[in-house]
């Protein structure tokens, strides 16, 4: 079983640079979500979709911009990366309701220098 | 907003030792809450979550979890540890009638001494 993976799993990039981070998920889920992880600063929440065609922000969207296209895929992109942008980012999945658990992918560390 | 304080970024203890991981949120309607772990180099897992059927959750790994309304408390507690609970604790926190923002606390780093 898959789950939540996450592409790629390490990237180095200069400032000013674009990539895209892909998330799929084999669970059906309809919510989907972005983190950043930082030291000390635990998880914030950088994007959110919660379903097909629709995205919202977070805590920390600024800089940052996501697609939903299909239901199994949410792409994060970075369009001019920056040294704050350095950071471990997890994607997750989950279905609808309250007490749903939020699967994690492995995560993808990305280093701006 | 809707957030989770864990006291301590760092918890030593020794093994067979109890542990205690403390958390608190901010809400006079208790929320949906959570414990998630995560170990090295690895996305996070659920421990355990709050479900209002009882005030005492039991989770994987012989965790548990106690809510205290009046309090706004979640803590985390295990009777004893053992070297493979060395891991990162985050407390997180759903609002009451929303399943779409999960809020993470900071974190907290617990090291099992030998």
């Known amino acids: 079983n898959a789950g939540v993976t996450q592409t790629p799993k390490f990237r180095v990039l200069k400032t000013g640079q674009s990539m895209t981070l892909l998330c799929a998920q084999d669970?059906?889920?309809?919510?989907m979500y972005w983190y950043r992880q930082d030291p000390g600063m635990g998880l914030r929440l950088i994007h959110y979709?919660?379903?097909?065609?629709?995205?919202a922000k977070g805590e920390v969207p600024d800089g940052y911009n996501v697609s939903r296209l299909k239901k199994q895929n949410f792409l994060l992109g970075l369009e001019s990366a920056a040294p704050s942008q350095t950071s471990v980012y997890f994607c997750?999945?989950?279905?609808?309701?309250?007490?749903?658990?939020?699967?994690f992918g492995q995560g993808t560390r990305l280093t701006v220098v | 907003a809707q957030s989770v304080t864990q006291l301590g970024s760092h918890v030593s203890v020794s093994e067979g030792a109890l542990v205690l991981l403390r958390c608190n949120y901010s809400?006079?309607?208790?929320?949906?809450l959570f414990w998630y772990v995560q170990y090295p180099n690895q996305g996070l897992q659920l421990l355990l979550k709050?479900?209002?059927?009882?005030?005492l959750v039991k989770g994987i790994n012989g965790f548990e979890a106690e809510f205290k309304k009046s309090e706004t408390s979640f803590h985390l507690t295990k009777p004893s540890a053992h070297m493979s609970d060395a891991a990162e604790y985050f407390c997180?926190?759903?609002?009451?009638?929303?399943?779409?923002?999960?809020?993470f606390g900071s974190g907290t780093q617990l090291t099992v001494l030998p």
């Open positions: 997750a999945s989950s279905t609808t309701g309250g007490l749903a658990e939020a699967f």
């Open positions: 669970m059906n889920h309809e919510y």
């Open positions: 979709s919660v379903g097909e065609g629709t995205t």
């Open positions: 809400s006079s309607v208790p929320p949906y």
């Open positions: 709050y479900t209002s059927a009882a005030t």
């Open positions: 997180a926190v759903r609002p009451e009638g929303s399943a779409r923002q999960l809020t």
